[in-house]
């Protein structure tokens, strides 16, 4: 079975052709290009600094420094999450910190120590991606959650009913995803595994930890989101 080479830069060039394409209908339609090609430039500068820090962090073998990465990256998360109540920002930043911190923690830990017994726990090049992902979802999930229920109190519903149509609204993205995987979509950790030449019947069984993994995180981030900021509104 063939495994996946590297990509040259110059064939890696011409994923800017349908790229420059989307950007000259943004011009077209006087959208805003400005903004559009901000993105990827920074999308581009971002990856390719994460890769060269990355070498550094997965040459490393201190559990210090993987904890803190995950930190400085539980803290920006926190931060991004809330850009949907940003009135609520310093408020409730305290509390989306705790939240993300118990979702991702406990489902990160039972990833690591019972799913794929790693050894050492705190290996980077399986701490760091997977961190990342459980932080990812249950960031986009607070997020949701903090507009809902922002918008359920703003409507006078009392708190009890703007909890849960928050945790609702914050769980339909990622229940979505579950119904669609396999049938509408291969998910990136499947088709990265099976380009790579891995066999599908066990990227298949990754998929699931990282399906479960997300749903999880996400229910448990949201839940202690939703539970925390709702005592300022009994």
């Known amino acids: 079975m063939n495994t996946l080479e590297p990509?040259?830069?110059?064939?890696?060039?011409?994923?800017?052709?349908?790229?420059?394409?989307?950007?000259?209908?943004?011009?077209?339609?006087?959208?805003?290009?400005?903004?559009?090609?901000?993105?990827?430039?920074?999308?581009?500068?971002?990856?390719?600094?994460?890769?060269?820090?990355?070498n550094s962090i997965f040459a490393s073998d201190s559990?210090?420094?993987?904890?803190?990465?995950?930190?400085?990256?539980?803290?920006?998360?926190?931060?991004i999450a809330l850009n949907t109540v940003k009135?609520?920002?310093?408020?409730?930043?305290d509390k989306t910190v705790l939240a993300l911190a118990i979702a991702c923690g406990f489902t990160l830990?039972?990833?690591?120590?019972?799913?794929?017994?790693?050894?050492?726990?705190?290996?980077?090049?399986y701490i760091i991606p997977l961190g990342?992902?459980?932080?990812?979802?249950?960031?986009n999930s607070i997020s949701l959650a903090a507009?809902?229920?922002?918008?359920?109190?703003?409507?006078?519903?009392?708190?009890?009913?703007?909890?849960?149509m928050a945790f609702?609204?914050?769980?339909?993205?990622?229940?979505n995803m579950l119904f669609a995987v396999g049938l509408v979509s291969l998910p990136g950790m499947m088709t990265g595994q099976i380009l790579s030449g891995i066999s599908p019947f066990i990227a298949?069984?990754?998929?699931?930890?990282?399906?479960?993994?997300m749903f999880a995180s996400s229910g448990i981030a949201a839940a202690c989101f939703l539970t925390l900021i709702q005592r300022d509104h009994k």
């Open 7 to 54: 990509i040259p830069l110059e064939n890696l060039s011409y994923i800017l052709i349908p790229v420059l394409i989307v950007v000259f209908i943004i011009a077209k339609w006087k959208l805003n290009t400005g903004h559009a090609l901000y993105a990827m430039a920074r999308m581009l500068v971002q990856l390719l600094a994460i890769g060269y820090f990355l």
């Open 63 to 79: 559990p210090q420094i993987t904890l803190l990465i995950l930190t400085i990256m539980l803290l920006f998360s926190s931060w």
């Open 87 to 93: 009135s609520q920002r310093r408020k409730w930043f």
């Open 109 to 125: 830990s039972v990833i690591v120590l019972a799913v794929l017994e790693l050894t050492p726990w705190y290996e980077p090049r």
């Open 132 to 139: 990342g992902m459980i932080l990812a979802n249950s960031m």
């Open 147 to 164: 507009e809902r229920f922002q918008s359920e109190i703003s409507n006078h519903n009392d708190s009890l009913r703007a909890r849960d």
């Open 168 to 175: 609702n609204a914050a769980l339909i993205p990622t229940i």
């Open 204 to 213: 298949a069984r990754y998929q699931i930890m990282v399906m479960c993994m």
